[in-house]
């Protein structure tokens, strides 16, 4: 059972320039979380998507930021007109329900670079 | 604003000895709490979680849970080199994603 699988590993994009980062979830799970990770910072919630439903966006940036969970496919976190604070770990978890005793597990995380 | 507080260290402890971590988070309403470890570049890999007060064993590892003082702990036993990382204490309020803390970085020295 493959665990949580994200590409690509690295990303550079120059400025205004368009990033599109894909998460593929651990088999049988349906609810996916994309976070961001700053240098010596902790993860920071981004957006909670559940199969086709965006279910919590509160951690979106309102500009250039959108995210997608196709009911085929991965999920997409997507970046427009990238700037270089932008630079970041995004990473991307998932788990196979909600509630308190729920697990999620990370995928290897993106690491974009905005030159 | 649900809030997660950790010491980010580094918290320094000899090979061998028993390494403490602690956070707290500002939600009284919080239900579950999970400890995480990252290295260096790598993704948060899950240790464990607790959502009764008390304490909660799994190999060298211990989660100590004490709601009415909003405070949860990690202790590793018999700490090794290999230990050394950043733990990420991350905090399940229902309904909504786990809301992190920044992370205590651990060193073990040999």
């Known amino acids: 059972n493959a665990g949580v699988m994200q590409n690509p590993r690295h990303l550079v994009r120059r400025r205004g320039q368009e990033a599109r980062l894909r998460c593929s979830p651990m088999?049988?799970?349906?609810?996916v979380y994309w976070y961001r990770q700053l240098p010596e910072e902790g993860l920071k919630f981004m957006v909670y998507?559940?199969?086709?439903?965006?279910?919590?966006e509160s951690g979106m940036p309102k500009e250039r930021f959108s995210a997608e969970f196709p009911k085929e496919g991965p999920s997409i976190l997507r970046i427009q007109q990238v700037v270089r604070g932008d630079s970041a770990a995004y990473f991307c978890?998932?788990?196979?329900?909600?509630?308190?005793?729920?697990?999620?597990?990370f995928g290897q995380g993106t690491r974009l670079t905005v030159v | 604003q649900k809030e997660v507080e950790q010491n980010s260290g580094p918290l320094s402890v000899p090979e061998g000895a028993i390494a403490s971590l602690n956070c707290t988070y500002s939600?009284?309403?919080?239900?579950?709490f999970f400890w995480y470890r990252q290295y260096s570049g790598k993704s948060p890999e899950l240790i464990m979680f607790?959502?009764?007060?008390g304490d909660k064993e799994d190999g060298r590892f211990t989660a100590q849970l004490n709601k009415a003082s909003q405070y949860v702990s990690l202790l590793i036993r018999d700490s090794q080199p290999s230990d050394s990382a950043t733990y990420l204490c991350?905090?399940?309020?229902?309904?909504?994603?786990?809301?992190f803390g920044k992370g205590t970085r651990l060193s073990v020295i040999a």
């Open positions: 607790i959502y009764s007060n």
């Open positions: 088999k049988g799970h349906s609810h």
């Open positions: 978890a998932s788990s196979p329900t909600t509630g308190f005793d729920t697990e999620a597990f």
């Open positions: 939600d009284r309403g919080s239900q579950s």
């Open positions: 998507l559940q199969k086709e439903n965006i279910i919590d």
């Open positions: 991350a905090v399940y309020s229902g309904n909504t994603p786990l809301v």
